[in-house]
């Protein structure tokens, strides 16, 4: 069976996701965090963890985790706690961990945590399964095979969402040389990394938007 919608509904869907994709949102402001704080390619590896998380929800959305977490609100709430936890002990360790906000070399052990933070981040941010569900059947054709159809397009819309983010991460790369040059501005960016992950972690527990993005 067909895995992709008719062309018009396919071009519509790419249009739609252009828009969803560089509006602001909890992810952009994650990633351009994480760069500002430890450079381009902290933001590059935030941006794959983030894109691998978003993907796992579309894989997740495609064979009815949507379905059970509107079903069942235990399960959503538990989902949304966990990641908002995340966030949250992500700005406490920035606190007490002032050197790892700070810009340093970037080394193995680094990329492979930030890119696993940017992972947990997204995936465990159940909006994001529910989002797809509502937006994915917009533009599927019921002759075609349902589960195909929303695998394809949940992977197209990631990989549009991943070009802007890092479009995002390169652009907050450049300027991050400049803050840095800032007089106390160690101890400055150190607060507002921390603040800006609780800040999100409480966004990602108490708002009622389901975009992904």
């Avoid at 609780?198 to 992904?212: D, E, K």
């Amino acid at each position: 069976m067909d895995v992709l919608p008719p062309l018009p509904l396919l071009i519509a869907f790419c249009g739609a996701s252009v828009l969803l994709a560089v509006t602001p949102g909890p992810a952009v402001f994650y990633i351009v965090t994480r760069t500002l704080a430890q450079g381009r390619r902290a933001g590059l590896a935030s941006m794959a963890g983030v894109a691998l998380g978003n993907l796992g929800n579309a894989l997740g959305a495609a064979v009815g985790l949507a379905a059970l977490f509107a079903i069942s609100s235990l399960a959503f709430t538990v989902v949304k706690y966990a990641g908002a936890a995340y966030l949250i002990y992500l700005g406490v360790k920035a606190l007490k961990r002032p050197e790892e906000v700070a810009v340093q070399p970037f080394a193995t052990a680094d990329w492979r945590r930030i890119f696993r933070d940017g992972f947990v981040v997204a995936l465990l941010n159940p909006k994001t399964a529910i989002f797809f569900a509502a937006f994915l059947p917009q533009f599927m054709s019921p002759s075609g095979s349902a589960i195909g159809q929303s695998v394809t397009l949940g992977a197209t819309f990631v990989a549009i969402a991943a070009v802007t983010d890092s479009i995002y991460a390169l652009a907050a790369g450049a300027v991050a040389p400049r803050l840095r040059r800032t007089r106390g501005n160690g101890a400055v960016g150190r607060y507002v990394t921390a603040s800006a992950f609780i800040g999100l972690g409480v966004f990602t527990a108490v708002a009622g938007s389901s975009r992904a993005k």
